[in-house]
């Protein structure tokens, strides 16, 4: 590890948000950098638990109230966020109500694919092409195009869906599909087993009909 004793004195409060423990990326190493960087506070935050991996802190997804409480201050800080389209735009939308001067926001993609032009709902009814997929738990439905992952088309609508990587090989985007079908073409990052109890990879999936998804 490295030697942490001249680290940049800057005060950190470094927010890391994950579906359950067990999907805290590098959290040895986290957990060693909040114990020899004073000036560096790591906080995790974790949609939900297991049984045989219960979670004290933080639960549920990141917040407006949860990072006042987290960093009062963060209105006189320069904020970084890292992570999938949906989150990024979830957090940027936070920060926006919250009053945020967005000229102190930095957005870095984990994903590498070109940006694509919004598409216009209208239209994708219209031609016939697009599909409604209703989301149980945040009460939202959105307009997806036959040809576009669900993942992605809740990200252009403001949607901040759990996900990490950009293939579906982690898994952090599975969900249970509630109705109708989907075309799902993954590289591994579901089982066979959870296939046939309706689970699917959001950032895999694009919409045969309506959907209804329970995310």
Same mark, same amino acid.
């Given at each position: #590890?490295p030697?942490l004793?001249e680290a ?6 470094? %927010?890391?948000s994950a *579906?359950?423990?067990?999907?805290i %990326?590098f959290r040895?190493?986290l ?11 790591v906080v995790? %935050?974790?949609? +939900?638990?297991r /049984?045989?991996?219960p ?5 549920d997804?990141?917040?407006l109230d949860?990072?006042?409480?987290i960093? /009062?201050?963060?209105?006189? *800080?320069? %904020?970084?966020?890292?992570?999938p389209?949906g989150? #990024?735009?979830g957090?940027r939308h ?6 945020f001067d #967005?000229?102190?926001?930095h +957005?870095e993609?984990f994903?590498?694919e /070109?940006?694509?032009? /919004?598409?216009?709902a209208?239209?994708?009814?219209a031609?016939?092409?697009g599909?409604k997929?209703?989301f149980? &738990?945040?009460?939202h439905?959105?307009e997806c195009?036959a040809d576009?992952?669900?993942l992605a088309a809740?990200a252009?609508?403001?949607?901040n869906l759990?996900?990490s990587?950009?293939?579906? #090989? ?8 509630l109705?109708?079908s989907?075309d799902? &073409?993954?590289d591994?990052?579901? &089982?066979?087993?959870?296939i046939?109890q309706n689970k699917?990879?959001l950032r895999?999936? *694009?919409?045969l009909?309506?959907?209804v998804i329970?995310?």
């Open positions: #590890m030697d004793g940049d004195p800057t005060d950190v409060v470094f %927010v890391h *579906r359950t423990p067990r999907d %990326v040895p190493e957990d060693f950098i909040a114990a020899t960087a004073p000036n560096i506070r995790h %935050v974790c949609e +939900e638990d /049984p045989y991996e979670w004290g802190g933080y639960r997804r990141l917040t949860m990072l006042r409480q960093a /009062p201050d963060f209105l006189d *800080r320069e %904020v970084f966020t890292c992570g389209a989150y #990024m735009a957090v936070m920060l926006s109500d919250a009053g #967005m000229d102190h926001h +957005e993609s994903t590498f /070109p940006p694509t032009a /919004p598409a216009d209208s239209t994708a009814a031609t016939g092409t599909h997929i209703e149980t &738990r945040s009460g439905t959105i195009e576009t992952a669900i809740a252009r609508a403001g949607l759990p996900a990587c950009a293939q579906g #090989m982690c898994g952090t985007c599975k969900t249970t599909l109705s109708d989907v799902m &073409r993954h591994g990052g579901i &089982r066979p087993r959870e046939a699917i990879l895999c999936s *694009r919409p009909e309506d959907l329970d995310a």
